[in-house]
């Protein structure tokens, strides 16, 4: 978590390798095969109806984004007298998240929290479990396990 916050790790050939060998550690604990919807979904947080093992590849963006946010301002003071000084990163960065998410793009001083960030990866996926999911045995089942307190345990 600390490299994907620390470096701008977006579409790193590397992100998708990692999450094949988490994927392969999941199925060899639980001693099965996930399909590509399967796995999508355990992918997901819990509150969203998944085993809560995240994808590197989807929690890339969001966590660079987070803590490039919260350090813009110290950055700003810290590097005010170097003229054409620009965290070029952060910027390509943001960039792609607006091209990808355009309806999100936040308001004002941007938000410091990942979650924030991760809102729209995580409804995006949802939505393609929704399409792959056309049963309704299925559907009712994806709202069954995202339901508010679905998660919570007696």
Partial sequence: MHILR?????????L?????MLRNGLCS????????????????????GGLGIRRVSSLALPAFLASAASTLALQSSM???IPNVADTQFATSFEHWCLKYPASIPIGEL????????????????????HLYTSDYHQARLKAVSAPHAGDYP
């Avoid at 604990?29 to 969203?48: F, G």
């Fill in 111 to 130: 938000p410091h929290k990942q979650s924030f960030w991760d809102k729209p990866v995580i409804a995006e996926t949802i939505s393609e479990l929704a």
């Fill in 79 to 81: 590097l005010s007298n």
């Fill in 16 to 20: 998708e390798q990692f999450d094949s």
């Fill in 29 to 48: 604990i639980l001693n099965l095969s996930l399909t590509e919807d399967q796995w999508l979904q355990a992918s997901l947080p819990v509150k969203a």
């Fill in 6 to 14: 620390c470096g701008p790790c977006l579409g790193h050939p590397l």
